[in-house]
């Protein structure tokens, strides 16, 4: 890998980790398309590092609430009913299915989910499921509405993330309007959640990186701070977005690309 895929990989990261179109999706897309190899699940896994920083950053105080009162909230029993040690306890939950599938298939996340027909037909699949969450969910509740029982749902639908093609934001964002959930609000709990998962997905395969059939540690460098800048625009313009209109943009787009990455399969122009 050089320089040049280098920026191309970190911007496409950045760029589709908050949208609800699956960034590992396009990262084994855009390669394929463009003659690349295909840079690996560490690869994609560590260069989440650089989103994760940007969501620190545009969140820190929202973080540091969660954190700090949770953390207090250990030894004062009056603070654990308050929005932000709840928030605590539903993202540790939240993230620990993700956590367990994660490192029991492990093995066929890195080789047989890279398959790009399974990644074409999640696309498509849950394109439908985000559609349907859009059409029948309330969204009539805040994030200050979150229970214990809507952050498992929810934490067991990030796991689905796991398959490249499925999203990360798309799969809690539907389950999380499935559950009443606003877009903005359901969106913003997603981006939440998925600090510590990102953690760490990406120290576990930190270790594979520069290693025989992994990207070289310097376009991961690159890579992952283009991640970071333009993955602090996405967040912001995402938020914005989904405060006045709805996912159908999504929806469309994952049809089209689905279709068009099964299409392409089929008739032999990328393999």
Known sequence: MDAFQ??????????TEFLPISSSGHLRIVPAFAG??????????????????AVLLYFRKD?????????????????????????????????????IFGVLFSDQIENGARDLYLIGTTLIVFAFFLLAAERT????????????RDGIIIGCAQALALIPGVSRSGSTMTAGMFLGLERAAAARYSFLLW??????????????IGGDGSAPVGATVIATVLAFITGYAAIAWMLK????NTVAVFVIYRVLVGAGVLFAVATGTIS
């Not at 600090?195 to 594979?208: I, R, T, W």
């Not at 977005?241 to 006045?244: D, E, M, N, P, S």
């Open 6 to 15: 280098a920026i191309v990989l970190g911007a496409v990261q950045g760029l």
């Open 36 to 53: 690349w190899e295909d840079p690996g699940a560490a690869f994609t896994a560590v260069i989440q590092i650089g989103t994760m920083a």
């Open 63 to 99: 973080l540091w609430n969660i954190f700090s009162t949770w953390l207090r909230s250990l030894r004062e029993p009056d603070l654990r009913p308050t929005l932000n040690a709840r928030l605590g306890w539903y993202i540790i939950l939240g993230t620990i299915p993700i956590s």
């Open 137 to 148: 969910g309330a969204q009539d509740r805040g994030v200050e509405s979150l229970t214990r």
């Open 195 to 208: 600090v510590p998962a990102v953690v760490l997905s990406g120290l576990y395969e930190l270790k594979d």
């Open 241 to 244: 977005f989904l405060a006045t």
